[in-house]
């Protein structure tokens, strides 16, 4: 014999399934590619054309009269070029310093000057992070990044001398 239960289970299980799978959502303009969600006004009809001379009918399509919006130009550069190191940061497990390179205005390489050493596993540690933490600097342009596992200290640590050398590169 089945539980109570397990049948009151299995019939509000059932229920919410097929409540889910009833559930429509509303139809809505799709956007066209190459359009921006800004671009589109969500809900509202379309023009109709208009009759012209040349179209009495109206069955071409409608000329807009908006004005049309300014291409986003390149952005200015946010830093100066050259090198610059930033802060010492103090770990329980060592130093962490780096040196930014910059060119063209862009971060183009980091190059730690002090990582944690003090035993076989710091050094290890450092050794592994290091590239990992670079390439997350280059793919980001900033010291957003992400921390890694296993090299938390380390990571923070990395991330605060980098904001301080991108702060005094800053243009």
Same mark, same amino acid.
């Given at each position: 014999?089945?539980? +109570? ?18 559930? +429509? ?35 071409? =399509? ?34 962490? $310093?780096?040196?930014?390179?910059? $060119? ?26 290091? =590239? ?8 980001? $342009? ?30």
């Amino acid at each position: 014999m089945i539980p +109570k239960r397990a049948i009151g289970g299995l019939v509000t299980t059932v229920f919410a399934l097929a409540l889910l799978l009833s559930f +429509k959502t509303p139809a809505g303009p799709e956007l066209a590619a190459g359009t921006t969600a800004d671009a589109a006004i969500v809900g509202s009809p379309s023009p109709t054309p208009a009759a012209t001379a040349d179209d009495p009918v109206g069955t071409a =399509p409608a000329q807009s009269n908006a004005t049309p919006q300014p291409t986003a130009a390149a952005p200015a550069s946010v830093y100066v070029d050259g090198t610059v190191a930033g802060s010492l940061v103090s770990t329980r497990y060592g130093d962490v $310093q780096v040196e930014v390179v910059i $060119q063209g205005g862009v971060v183009t390489d980091v190059v730690p000057l002090a990582l944690p050493s003090g035993d076989r596993r710091s050094s290890r540690i450092s050794e592994v992070a290091a =590239p990992i933490l670079r390439d997350e600097t280059l793919a980001a $342009q900033d010291a957003d990044i992400d921390l890694l596992s296993g090299a938390t200290y380390t990571s923070r640590a990395y991330a605060r001398s980098l904001q301080s050398a991108l702060d005094r590169a800053r243009a």
